[in-house]
Nanobody, 122 residues
């Protein structure tokens, strides 16, 4: 029943900006971690950025200083503001949300969106 829906992708020129959104719906009230991954053509999926429920962020080196991740817990939505885009940023961007529950043992459940295409080209 949990769904993650990405939006905001598209074609942009080098140096341009895009803002991606990922809206979560379903039974999960709040995700422990939400983030963005990307998969360039012919390459493996890689982490771009993620954010915990207390606001701690993590960025991959190529995104640091250009991208900003944020979340709106009331809307259960995570955003990725992408500035100074480069052709190397071209990829399918996927939203990921994780639930981490600690009782006697730690248990993690991951949810993925379908992806949104970002193409940076002149």
């Amino acid at each position: 029943q949990v769904q993650l829906v990405e939006s905001g992708g598209g074609l942009v020129q080098p140096g341009g900006s895009l803002r991606l959104s990922c809206a979560a719906s379903g039974a999960i009230r709040r995700f422990s971690v939400m983030g963005w991954y990307r998969q360039p053509p012919g390459k493996q999926r890689e982490l771009v950025a993620d954010i915990t429920n207390d606001g701690s962020t993590n960025y991959t080196g190529s995104a640091q200083g250009r991208f900003t991740i944020s979340r709106d817990n009331a809307k259960n939505t995570v955003y990725l503001q992408m500035n100074s885009l480069k052709p190397d940023d071209t990829a399918v961007y996927y939203c990921k949300a994780s639930v981490i529950v600690t009782t006697i043992f730690v248990r993690r459940t991951d949810y993925w969106g379908q992806g949104t295409q970002v193409t940076v080209s002149s």
